[in-house]
């Protein structure tokens, strides 16, 4: 009944679709429910809902592909840029070495030069330091160090390519960066094997400062020989100054005066000429010749103390009779004694007083044998009663020289040696120049 009445209602039972597959001769029909048709629907909703998640997908990734190449890009041009600062820096520091290099370069050579001229002026005054000692002043010269301690001045090789050299390598020792490598370095750089351009070192700087540093202190201790040399000079100068001067103190109060140099003449006749600026004076040269007209002062007034009888012709042997008025021991009444006696033994030495000419060399009246030397400036030496002569006339004697053995010859009561100084042929007193004889052994020696 219900069947019947829902047909009833509804009329005849709804078709449904059909669906005839045929293959060959065989026919299948296959009905579409609605599970089938609802099915269907799904599956075309979740393709639309892939193909539009795909579809986004794809267009979102190209704007990632693009940013992540746009990033690449940024880093590639950081880089690069970076890249290209520390070539210009290099650029700019290797340009900074290469003026530093020159003005180096340069101010060696200006070393080098300052260091041969005074090799020069060294050889310069190696000679008046080889006369300052031959007339017995100490010429040794140390320098003042860096460190305050006196060493002995060695002059440097004249080769002047090696000198540079040397001192190039010198410098280099003290100006040379000490850099890290930016691999054992801590920090940005270190994974990417240099150092962000903040953390550069500035060697160039550094390289400057000790430079400048170095030829400091090869300058000053340049300047340090020079300034020894000077004060050497200086010093020799005054001492030989002084040396003449005493000696020529002590010549003069036996009555021997020794000419200063010739000094130029002052004439009174008309003078002129053009005006011309003064010649620059160099002061080391100026010095030298100090020096040397000091020392020529010296060697003049030291000549003149040796030829001059300043020694004693009987060493080690007292005085028995003075210089004076005296009883002559043959006549028995007053005479002048014109020398003095030395006590000695026949045979003693008798030796020259002082450099000068033999002018006689025999007997001499109541000399006996005597031996007659001439010193120069009017100055003479007699030795008499000598036992025996051993120069000749015309012989040329030094000072200490042995001209004979003392003896008893002639108008003499016992063997001694009989010694007279004349001036002009006018005796006059030797224990003047006995005195000072002790006193100028000194500056002698």
């Not at 016992?414 to 007193?429: F, K, L, W």
């Amino acid at each position: 009944m219900a069947t019947a009445c829902d047909n009833r209602v509804f009329g005849k039972k709804a078709s449904r679709p059909v669906l005839i597959l045929a293959s060959g001769d065989r026919v299948r029909h296959m009905t579409i429910r609605p599970w089938m048709v609802a099915a269907g629907a799904t599956l075309l909703i979740i393709l639309s809902i892939g193909y539009f998640a795909a579809t986004a997908y794809l267009v979102m990734r190209d704007d990632l592909i693009g940013g992540s190449l746009a990033r690449q890009s940024r880093i590639r041009q950081a880089y690069e840029e970076r890249i290209s600062g520390l070539r210009a820096q290099i650029d700019r520091i290797t340009s900074r070495q290469l003026i530093d290099q020159q003005l180096v370069e340069d101010k060696v050579k200006q070393l080098v030069e300052q260091q041969n001229a005074l090799l020069s002026q060294h050889g310069k005054l190696g000679n008046l330091l080889q006369r300052a000692q031959a007339s017995g002043l100490t010429t040794e010269t140390t320098v003042q160090t860096a460190q305050g301690q006196a060493q002995a001045y060695q002059p440097i090789t004249t080769d002047e390519p090696t000198a540079r050299n040397r001192a190039l390598k010198a410098i280099e020792r003290l100006i040379m960066p000490e850099i890290t490598p930016a691999s054992e370095r801590d920090g940005k750089g270190a994974k990417l094997g240099f150092l962000p351009l903040r953390d550069q070192p500035l060697p160039a700087k550094t390289a400057g400062e000790k430079t400048g540093r170095a030829l400091l202190q090869v300058t000053q201790s340049l300047r340090s020989i020079e300034h020894e040399q000077l004060a050497r000079i200086r010093d020799l100068t005054a001492t030989a100054d002084e040396t003449t001067d005493a000696m020529t103190s002590i010549m003069r109060r036996t009555g021997i005066s020794v000419p200063p140099p010739q000094a130029a003449k002052n004439e009174d006749g008309g003078i002129g000429g053009p005006f011309i600026e003064p010649a620059a004076i160099d002061l080391f040269d100026s010095q030298l010749d100090q020096l040397d007209a000091a020392l020529t002062r010296l060697e003049t007034v030291r000549q003149t103390a040796v030829s001059l009888p300043y020694g004693n012709p009987a060493p080690g042997h007292d005085i028995t009779s003075r210089f004076g008025n005296r009883i002559d021991p043959f006549l028995g009444r007053l005479a002048l004694h014109a020398g003095i006696d030395f006590d000695a033994e026949t045979g003693a030495t008798v030796r020259a007083t002082g450099a000068g000419r033999v002018t006689v060399a025999g007997d001499y009246s109541g000399y006996g044998n005597m031996v007659e030397i001439d010193h120069g400036h009017g100055i003479t030496t007699r030795y008499g009663h000598l036992s025996r002569i051993l120069v000749s006339e015309g012989d040329l004697v030094s000072n200490g020289d042995i001209i004979g053995r003392a003896g008893s010859t002639g108008r003499s009561t016992g063997p001694h040696v009989h010694y007279e100084v004349r001036r002009d042929g006018a005796a006059i007193d030797p224990i003047h120049f006995l005195n000072a004889g002790l006193k100028l052994t000194s500056y002698l020696k």
